[in-house]
């Protein structure tokens, strides 16, 4: 036999204590999973028994909503998700089309400003700016190559009364 192969007194020790606890832990394992009660069963409700329906509550919307009254900042949140779901519908979204979501969304169309959505010379815009008028706070959101997709901001109203600098077009459908 090879000392290593050999048992010690130090290995017999150190087995000893261990068989002798977990024995009785086995066995009380055992003794107590053979005591507890089965799982409670449901009650079938019967003629006799009420069955009480979910009380409703109030849904909490999903996500931002507009702010009647409120300012360009308490809205933006609002205003990004309109447009940002304008574009998930039609990704060659014009002026029009941002118009229509933002009415349909509640904001009045007479306090929104849009440039056009072709150049001078008739080209297509690289990119096209609109904006809501909040008091004397403005939404201002501009789509295209040019912004590099969607971008907006907040800022204040014009000296001039209204949110865009330079050429608007008629806002008259």
Same mark, same amino acid.
């Given at each position: 036999m090879t000392a290593l192969a050999r048992p010690t007194a130090a290995r017999r020790r150190w087995r000893?204590?261990?068989v002798v606890l977990i024995g009785p832990a086995l066995a009380l394992a055992v003794t107590l999973s053979a005591c507890s009660s089965p799982s409670p069963t449901t009650p079938t409700p019967t003629a006799s028994t =009420? *069955?009480?329906s979910p009380t409703p509550t109030?849904? *909490?919307?999903a996500g931002p909503v507009l702010i009647p009254n409120g300012t360009a900042a308490q809205n933006l949140p609002y205003f990004d998700k309109v447009n940002q779901a304008?574009?998930?519908a039609k990704s060659g979204a014009q002026g029009r089309d941002f118009i229509d979501a933002l009415v349909a969304a509640g904001f009045a169309k007479g306090d929104m400003q849009l440039t056009a959505d072709t150049t001078t010379? /008739?080209?297509?815009?690289n990119s096209i700016q609109f904006s809501v008028?909040? /008091?004397a706070t403005?939404?201002?959101g501009q789509y295209g190559a040019d912004a590099g997709g969607y971008q907006s901001t907040t800022s204040a109203t014009l000296a001039t009364g209204g949110c865009l600098i330079g050429q608007?077009? =008629?806002?008259?459908?």
């Amino acid at each position: 036999m090879t000392a290593l192969a050999r048992p010690t007194a130090a290995r017999r020790r150190w087995r000893a204590p261990a068989v002798v606890l977990i024995g009785p832990a086995l066995a009380l394992a055992v003794t107590l999973s053979a005591c507890s009660s089965p799982s409670p069963t449901t009650p079938t409700p019967t003629a006799s028994t =009420p *069955v009480e329906s979910p009380t409703p509550t109030a849904s *909490v919307p999903a996500g931002p909503v507009l702010i009647p009254n409120g300012t360009a900042a308490q809205n933006l949140p609002y205003f990004d998700k309109v447009n940002q779901a304008t574009i998930a519908a039609k990704s060659g979204a014009q002026g029009r089309d941002f118009i229509d979501a933002l009415v349909a969304a509640g904001f009045a169309k007479g306090d929104m400003q849009l440039t056009a959505d072709t150049t001078t010379i /008739g080209l297509k815009a690289n990119s096209i700016q609109f904006s809501v008028q909040l /008091g004397a706070t403005c939404l201002i959101g501009q789509y295209g190559a040019d912004a590099g997709g969607y971008q907006s901001t907040t800022s204040a109203t014009l000296a001039t009364g209204g949110c865009l600098i330079g050429q608007t077009r =008629p806002i008259d459908w």
